[in-house]
C-alpha cells in the first residue's frame, strides 16, 4: 500500500478501465504522490515555501518498490532540488510500473481494447472493487468533513484535487463543497511537519505542472487553429 497505489487504484474507472486522469495530469499528479510516499518513508524530506521547496536526499536504502525507488534513484546526495521541477521527472513512466505492482497484487487486470476500433490500446478492470471501494469511501468521507484526513487520505485528496479529479468522485450537488474542502486539505494543516511539507510541496508541484501543461496544450491548439 502507498500514496501511488492508492492514487493509481482511485483514478481507474471501474466501468471502462480507463483512468480519470489526463495524460497531462497523469505525470506530476503520481509524482507528488511518489515525492509523499519518500517522505512518509524517511528516504527524503522537503523543506522551504511551496513553491521553492526543495527535496534532499535523507537516505538512499531500497523501498523494494520498483517505482519508488526508480523516484528515489532521481535523487543525489548535496543536490536538492526544487519539487516543482523534480515532482513531473519523478512521476515520468511511474504509472505504468504501479500499474504492474496493482495486477500483481491482484487488484487489476489488464485487458486489450482498441481506440476508435483501430488502434490498440490497455485497459485495467478493477478485480478487487472492495480495496477500490473503500478508498473512494474513506475519501468521500473526509472531502464531506466526516472523518479528518490522515496520512493516507490528506495527500490523496491533495492529489486528486490538483489532477482535477475530486468532482468526478462525488454527487454533483456536493462537487463544490468537495472542491473547496479539497484544496483546504492540500494545504496540509491537518498533518505534522514533515507530511504537511510533503503533501503542500507535491500539491503545489502537481497543480503548476498541470496548469502549465493545459496552457501550452491550448496554446498549440490555438496556433493549429490559426
Known sequence: ????????????????????????????????????????????????????????LVTGRPLDSLPHDRALARLRPG????????????????????????????ALAPRRARVLGVFPTTRYDVVDPARRERLVASVRAVLAGQVPPD????????????GGVVKRLVPAPERRAAVRRAKEIAKGDWAGSAARAAVVAASSAASAAVSAAVVVAASGDGGAAG
Do not use: C
Open 79 to 106: 543536490r536538492d532540488p526544487r519539487a516543482s521541477a523534480l515532482v513531473p521527472r519523478l512521476g515520468k513512466g511511474a504509472r505504468a510500473l504501479v500499474l504492474e505492482q496493482l495486477v500483481a497484487e491482484e
Open 1 to 56: 500500500m502507498s500514496v501511488a497505489s492508492d492514487l493509481v487504484l482511485v483514478t481507474i474507472d471501474p466501468v471502462t478501465g480507463r483512468s480519470l486522469l489526463g495524460s497531462s495530469e497523469t505525470d506530476p499528479v503520481l509524482g507528488g504522490a511518489l515525492l509523499v510516499d519518500l517522505v512518509l518513508a524517511e528516504r527524503a524530506d522537503v523543506r522551504g515555501a511551496p513553491r521553492k521547496a526543495r527535496v534532499r
Open 151 to 162: 496520512d493516507v487520505t490528506g495527500p490523496l485528496v491533495g492529489l486528486l484535487q490538483a
